[in-house]
């Protein structure tokens, strides 16, 4: 029987008969089962949220199309067929929204979803996206998190390594028996090989075994690949491999249970706390985010500004920036209350707020390039970033839809001047075939997870040439 085996069956009987080890192994099974609960609880509110709001839209649609039917033999009906395909009634009653669907991992790895909106009204008026963060918040929970599965991986399943692994060799050293096997002519350093390897399998296992309800569960409207599976899965085994080699260092120098563990300890919070909070506060100092207040300041003081413009300077505005409308000024373009006054007010303001939110994003881009920078130097927040990216509840992610709700305003607002400047009205058959907007995924994930990964590697690399260079023949 080859040592491997030998240690293997010897490492799973001393699991069934120690009480310890099997309580402990529950409650990891139960907090994480716990944190799936909770995860698919978030995810399905914001699945029925974007259900709810689908049912909505369409059978607002059917009553936009009804109006194009109505008994013109009453007053009600009459109004309401005289209002029929108007450009402003269509958008009033029936705006495009844009649906930001959660990925299915995202039940596994929240992120920022429950934070960040998970849809957006758009209107030709030009209105920005909807601020993150607008609703009232229990502030416990937003400083505590979401309890998700990838909580429990990233911050609890490694104190879990290091109470199970820590005295793979101090304890032969204390009973003794680390001499016998020397005598019998086994080697030390296959034996903690093995159990460590043991202990790897086990915990891999129960992670595979509690993901496995996220990759088969089905919520409306989400998203999932096979890659996206086999990506989180090399994502979890590498970061258990990182704390596995960091017990394996430290195993090495052949001290005592209690210095294991402390040492351990130390390191958990050292990855875990330690260096995040440096990062985020090296962040701050070097690029202070700006602050909403600001944000929302500035872009009320703008609409008044820009409403208070006289109208001939606003209808000049927006002939200056659009020559292709040139041939249809007339004299009545200036009335107070004119449409054309409306579309030159919102043209002008939406290059004004364009300009305060590049300023904003361009100071909130040197924070988020300062900390992502920091990412590669701690597995813990790296690891934390990818398997956030996977899930698509990030806040890149979250940004990559909020440039892409932009540019389909900008395409809904040409579409609407189209009717509103030539005073044309919907037909039926129109109404069907209204913009719609189509959130698309980065093509390019899997390869930037991959690059991202490359930074624990060489971490684990590093951890293991030290092991090397301090403990020879270990």
Same mark, same amino acid.
């Not at 994480?32 to 839209?57: C, E, M, P, T, W």
């Given at each position: 029987?080859?040592?491997?085996?030998?240690?293997?069956?010897?490492?799973?009987?001393?699991?069934?008969?120690?009480?310890?080890?099997?309580?402990?192994?529950?409650?990891?099974?139960?907090?994480?089962?716990?944190?799936?609960?909770?995860?698919?609880?978030?995810?399905?509110?914001?699945?029925?949220?974007?259900?709810?709001?689908?049912?909505?839209?369409?059978?607002?649609?059917?009553?936009?199309?009804?109006?194009?039917?109505?008994?013109?033999?009453?007053?009600?009906?009459?109004?309401?067929?005289?209002?029929?395909?108007?450009?402003?009634?269509?958008?009033?009653?029936?705006?495009?929204?844009?649906?930001?669907?959660?990925?299915?991992?995202?039940?596994?790895?929240?992120?920022?979803?429950?934070?960040?909106?998970?849809?957006?009204?758009?209107?030709?008026?030009?209105?920005?996206?909807?601020?993150?963060?607008?609703?009232?918040?229990?502030?416990?929970?937003?400083?505590?998190?979401?309890?998700?599965?990838?909580?429990?991986?990233?911050? #609890? @399943?490694?104190?879990? /390594?290091? &109470?199970?692994?820590?005295?793979? $060799? +101090?304890?032969?050293?204390?009973?003794? !028996?680390?001499?016998?096997?020397?005598?019998?002519?086994?080697?030390?350093?296959?034996?903690?090989?093995?159990?460590? #390897? @043991?202990?790897?399998? /086990?915990? &891999?296992?129960?992670?595979?075994? $509690? +993901?496995?309800?996220?990759?088969?569960? !089905?919520?409306?409207?989400?998203?999932?690949?096979?890659?996206?599976?086999?990506?989180?899965?090399?994502?979890?085994?590498?970061?258990?491999?990182?704390?596995? &080699?960091?017990?394996?260092?430290?195993?090495?120098?052949?001290?005592?249970?209690?210095?294991?563990?402390?040492?351990?300890?130390?390191?958990?919070?050292?990855?875990?706390?330690?260096?995040?909070?440096?990062?985020?506060?090296?962040?701050?100092?070097?690029?202070?985010?700006?602050?909403?207040?600001?944000?929302?300041?500035?872009?009320?003081?703008?609409?008044?500004?820009?409403?208070?413009?006289?109208?001939?300077?606003?209808?000049?505005?927006?002939?200056?920036?659009?020559?292709?409308?040139?041939?249809?000024?007339?004299?009545?373009?200036?009335?107070?209350?004119?449409?054309?006054?409306?579309?030159?007010?919102?043209?002008?303001?939406?290059?004004?707020?364009?300009?305060?939110?590049?300023?904003?994003?361009?100071?909130?881009?040197?924070?988020?390039?300062?900390?992502?920078?920091?990412?590669?130097?701690?597995?813990?927040?790296?690891?934390?970033?990818?398997?956030?990216?996977?899930?698509?509840?990030?806040?890149?992610?979250?940004?990559?839809?909020?440039?892409?709700?932009?540019?389909?305003?900008?395409?809904?607002?040409?579409?609407?001047?189209?009717?509103?400047?030539?005073?044309?009205?919907?037909?039926?058959?129109?109404?069907?075939?209204?913009?719609?907007?189509?959130?698309?995924?980065?093509?390019?994930?899997?390869?930037?997870?991959?690059?991202?990964?490359?930074?624990?590697?060489?971490?684990?690399?590093?951890?293991?040439?030290?092991?090397?260079?301090?403990?020879?023949?270990?």
């Amino acid at each position: 029987m080859s040592l491997a085996t030998t240690i293997f069956r010897f490492e799973f009987r001393q699991l069934l008969r120690q009480p310890s080890q099997l309580i402990m192994l529950a409650f990891y099974i139960i907090i994480s089962i716990y944190s799936l609960y909770a995860g698919h609880a978030v995810i399905s509110r914001q699945a029925a949220g974007l259900d709810s709001l689908h049912k909505n839209k369409a059978a607002l649609q059917q009553e936009l199309h009804k109006r194009f039917h109505e008994d013109t033999s009453t007053r009600a009906g009459k109004n309401l067929a005289a209002n029929a395909g108007v450009p402003q009634v269509v958008e009033f009653r029936n705006p495009p929204y844009a649906t930001h669907p959660p990925h299915r991992l995202s039940m596994l790895a929240i992120g920022q979803r429950d934070l960040l909106p998970s849809y957006d009204l758009v209107s030709s008026k030009h209105e920005i996206v909807t601020p993150p963060n607008a609703e009232f918040i229990n502030a416990e929970k937003l400083a505590a998190g979401n309890f998700d599965l990838s909580f429990v991986i990233i911050y #609890l @399943f490694p104190l879990l /390594v290091m &109470a199970w692994s820590h005295n793979c $060799l +101090s304890k032969e050293m204390e009973s003794r !028996t680390d001499k016998l096997l020397a005598i019998q002519g086994a080697s030390m350093r296959k034996i903690v090989y093995y159990k460590l #390897l @043991f202990r790897f399998i /086990v915990i &891999a296992l129960i992670i595979f075994l $509690l +993901s496995v309800p996220g990759f088969v569960l !089905t919520i409306p409207y989400s998203r999932m690949s096979i890659t996206d599976v086999l990506l989180w899965l090399y994502l979890a085994l590498i970061y258990l491999l990182f704390w596995f &080699a960091l017990c394996w260092l430290i195993i090495g120098f052949r001290q005592s249970s209690h210095w294991n563990i402390l040492c351990t300890l130390g390191l958990w919070l050292l990855f875990v706390i330690v260096i995040p909070a440096a990062m985020n506060s090296s962040a701050t100092l070097i690029a202070p985010p700006p602050l909403h207040s600001e944000l929302a300041s500035a872009q009320r003081v703008c609409k008044e500004e820009t409403w208070e413009m006289p109208v001939p300077a606003l209808i000049d505005s927006f002939y200056q920036r659009h020559p292709e409308y040139h041939h249809l000024r007339q004299t009545g373009d200036t009335a107070e209350f004119g449409n054309r006054r409306f579309i030159a007010y919102t043209d002008l303001l939406g290059a004004r707020l364009n300009r305060i939110m590049q300023a904003h994003d361009k100071s909130m881009q040197r924070y988020n390039k300062i900390l992502l920078r920091g990412l590669y130097f701690n597995p813990v927040t790296q690891l934390q970033h990818l398997l956030y990216a996977n899930a698509e509840s990030g806040l890149a992610n979250y940004n990559d839809y909020t440039m892409q709700v932009n540019i389909f305003r900008e395409k809904w607002i040409r579409f609407m001047n189209n009717y509103l400047l030539f005073d044309r009205r919907f037909k039926e058959e129109e109404l069907d075939s209204l913009p719609r907007f189509s959130f698309s995924g980065d093509d390019a994930k899997t390869r930037k997870i991959l690059i991202g990964s490359i930074s624990v590697w060489l971490m684990i690399i590093i951890i293991i040439a030290t092991g090397k260079l301090t403990h020879p023949g270990y």
